[in-house]
C-alpha cells in the first residue's frame, strides 16, 4: 500500500485517506478447527497407509496352494468301423465287438460318475489321427483303445513301445506317447491287478501302436480274446455277452481304482 497525497494506494485502487490505529496483532492458533479441516486428510492417509501394508504383506506372502481338479475324463476308442471291418471273431467282426464293449463301459462309467468320451458310436469309419485328436483335445486322464482277437486267451495291455522323454509344450506328431508312456504303464498295471484278481488271464505288451502313439494321455490297448483255463481248453468266446461283460465290469472297476489314484495327493 502507498499514500499519494492524502489517500492510499491500495490494490490499484484510490481510496479515502484512513487513520490507522496501531495495534498488537497476537495469533493464536485454533487447534480444534485444524484437527477438523484435516481430518478427512487423515483418514485418508490412513488408509493409503494401510493399502500399501496390505499389497506389501499380499506381496510376501506365499501363493495359495492349487487345488487339483476333480474333472476326470476316460476316452473309449472302438477300434476299426465303416469300411474297416478289423479281424474275424468267431463269425461276427471285429468293429462290432469293439463297439459293442464300448457301449457297455460307456454305461457302466457313466453310472459311476466318470465323464467318458467315445471316439465313435456307430459303424464309421474314423481316422487314426482323428481319434487321437479327440482324446488329446479332451484332456483325458485315461484312454483305452478296445479291440478283439481270436489269438491267445484273456486280455491282452498294449502301451506303447517308446522310450520315455520329458514333456515339452509343443508335442511332435506320431511321438507324442513318449512323454506319457510312463503314465500309461502305471494304467496298464491298474488295469493288470483288476484284472488279475478276478481271475481273468492276462498278457502284457508293448509295441507300436499307430494311433496311441499321438496321444498326450495314459493310453493302453485293451486286446480282448477268448477266455480259456490252464489246459488252454476253451471257457468263454468273444460273443458270450456274459464273457463281455465280465470284461466290461473289470474294466470299469479298474478305471475307478485309476481315477483315485489320479486324483491322490
Request: net charge positive.
Amino acid at each position: 500500500m502507498t499514500t499519494l497525497k492524502g489517500r492510499s494506494w491500495y490494490g490499484g485502487v484510490l481510496a479515502p485517506e484512513v487513520r490507522y490505529l496501531s495495534a498488537r496483532l497476537e495469533i493464536r492458533p485454533n487447534f480444534a478447527a485444524i484437527n477438523q479441516a484435516l481430518r478427512p486428510s487423515r483418514c485418508i492417509w490412513v488408509l493409503t497407509a494401510c493399502m500399501g501394508v496390505s499389497q506389501l504383506v499380499a506381496a510376501q506372502a506365499p501363493p495359495a496352494p492349487v487345488v487339483p481338479s476333480s474333472r476326470f475324463v476316460v476316452v473309449l476308442d472302438a477300434a476299426h468301423g465303416g469300411d474297416d471291418s478289423g479281424g474275424r471273431l468267431n463269425g461276427q467282426e471285429e468293429k462290432a465287438f469293439t463297439l459293442a464293449l464300448s457301449v457297455r463301459l460307456r454305461s457302466l462309467l457313466g453310472a459311476r460318475g466318470i465323464q467318458v468320451l467315445t471316439t465313435r458310436e456307430s459303424d464309421t469309419n474314423v481316422d487314426l489321427n482323428r481319434r487321437a485328436e479327440m482324446a488329446n483335445h479332451a484332456n483325458a486322464q485315461a484312454c483305452l483303445s478296445l479291440h478283439g482277437s481270436e489269438s491267445g486267451s484273456g486280455v491282452h495291455l498294449f502301451v506303447s513301445n517308446m522310450a520315455p522323454v520329458q514333456p515339452v509344450r509343443l508335442a511332435p506328431w506320431k511321438t507324442a506317447q513318449a512323454a506319457w508312456v510312463t503314465r500309461s504303464l502305471a494304467l496298464a498295471g491298474t488295469l493288470n491287478s483288476a484284472l488279475l484278481h478276478a481271475g481273468m488271464t492276462v498278457t502284457l505288451g508293448r509295441t507300436t501302436l499307430p494311433t496311441v502313439d499321438s496321444m498326450t494321455c495314459p493310453a493302453v490297448a485293451v486286446e480282448i480274446a477268448p477266455q480259456r483255463d490252464a489246459g488252454k481248453k476253451l471257457v468263454a468266446e468273444l460273443d458270450d455277452s456274459g464273457y463281455q461283460a465280465r470284461v466290461a465290469e473289470i474294466l470299469a472297476a479298474a478305471l475307478l481304482e485309476w481315477r483315485t489314484e489320479v486324483h491322490q495327493p
